[in-house]
């Protein structure tokens, strides 16, 4: 594999290159215009789970505002980062956009709040982690194909969708599809630089939209993020060349300044590890340390800016009422379908293992729906 020139141009010898993707698990036929990963992108678009995202809460519930972030425009954005980081790169900008696009497809309704009360309600039925469900999401929940379930993907884009994978499940993975996407989670070593890159563009867009929500929303100023030595910076720049700028225009002209320069960051110091690691094949990415990062400086900069988000953004006391509310509709839910599983739609409610299959069920829904059905359930109106 190791001198394989890559089949389009303009990408890099490291970089993924889908005439030598390692396949999918039910064999097909490739498609006659499109590469592997383009397709893979293609059916992550139609797919059911990718249009709940437009109502799943990224930080503020779907209710509180028509213009804050959703689980979508945020997989939007990301894919949006990414591709223009991986082009830079020499990358492959389609696995990019399928990985960016599927990243949250597993994430539960409230956000963090969802996924924590779903972790506890499961603690003794095997746990739920997004990143696990996102896999599971396009691997089998989805329902769209005659001959298998899932969307079957290949194997990169599924790599780059489990992010992060505890070493229970990564076991448990393996033993279903051995040296599979968990391999590297049990023998410590990376995945392609696409789904590197990916990470980081996540990363790269919360910070920045959140910044943006969080002073929509009221619950942060200005004035209080300029504490912070990345957001001054380039509040400061901005205030030299136009004096008289304030309000929203000020803070997007802030931000989006902060954007490009952590992304033209992250493309000077990944090319510099790329180098200085003698990096020259995908075999050599996965064995060496994660390359695609931020100049020390900026890193340090980016935790203290998601330190900031933490502490006066996701912590704020009107945040954490909400997501108290949350929590406890989920606890909820999992309780009234474990009692009584013929509340869940037909197939769900068909499955043997009951516990997998209301965290299954509770994961995919909208926020909305889940508030709905929590109400039939209870009669309580929360969150309405
Ligand atoms: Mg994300």
Do not use: W
Request: with cysteine; proline share 4%; net charge negative.
């Amino acid at each position: 594999m190791t001198h394989l020139t890559p089949t389009h141009p303009g990408l890099a010898a490291y970089a993924c290159d889908p005439a030598h993707s390692r396949g999918r698990r039910h064999a097909e036929p490739e498609a006659p215009t499109r590469s592997a990963f383009q397709r893979d992108r293609d059916r992550i678009v139609h797919s059911t789970a990718f249009r709940r995202l437009v109502y799943k809460t990224q930080v503020f519930l779907n209710h509180e505002g028509d213009l804050f972030r959703t689980r979508l425009t945020h997989s939007l954005e990301v894919a949006q980062l990414g591709r223009s980081m991986a082009r830079a790169l020499g990358l492959n900008e389609d696995l990019v956009e399928a990985i960016a696009l599927a990243h949250d497809l597993g994430h539960t309704p409230f956000g963090h709040a969802g996924q924590d009360a779903l972790n506890e309600c499961m603690a003794e039925h095997g746990g739920f982690e997004h990143n696990l469900q996102s896999l599971r999401v396009v691997d089998e929940l989805e329902e769209r194909y005659p001959a298998f379930n899932g969307l079957n993907l290949s194997f990169e884009t599924r790599e780059g969708i489990l992010k992060h994978c505890s070493r229970r499940n990564a076991e448990r993975l393996n033993a279903g599809e051995p040296k599979g996407v968990a391999q590297r989670f049990l023998d410590n070593t990376r995945p392609s630089l696409e789904a590197q890159l990916c990470n980081l563009a996540d990363e790269i867009a919360y910070n920045a939209h959140d910044i943006d929500d969080g002073v929509r929303s009221g619950l942060l100023s200005l004035s209080q993020l300029q504490a912070l030595e990345l957001v001054e910076r380039y509040r400061h720049q901005t205030v030299r060349e136009y004096p008289a700028l304030q309000g929203r225009r000020l803070l997007y002209e802030t931000i989006r300044r902060m954007l490009s320069d952590q992304v033209y960051d992250v493309i000077d110091a990944t090319r510099l590890a790329i180098a200085q690691h003698g990096v020259h094949s995908l075999e050599v990415v996965r064995a060496a340390p994660a390359l695609v990062c931020f100049s020390t400086p900026m890193r340090e900069q980016s935790h203290e800016l998601k330190r900031f988000l933490f502490a006066n953004l996701y912590r704020h006391p009107q945040v954490m009422q909400t997501t108290e509310q949350a929590r406890d509709v989920v606890r909820d839910l999992f309780e009234a379908y474990v009692r009584s599983p013929h509340e869940m739609q037909a197939d769900f409610a068909r499955r043997a293992d009951t516990h997998r299959a209301v965290a299954d069920y509770i994961a995919g829904m909208t926020d909305r729906f889940a508030v709905r059905e929590h109400e039939r359930l209870t009669g309580r109106q929360v969150l309405a």
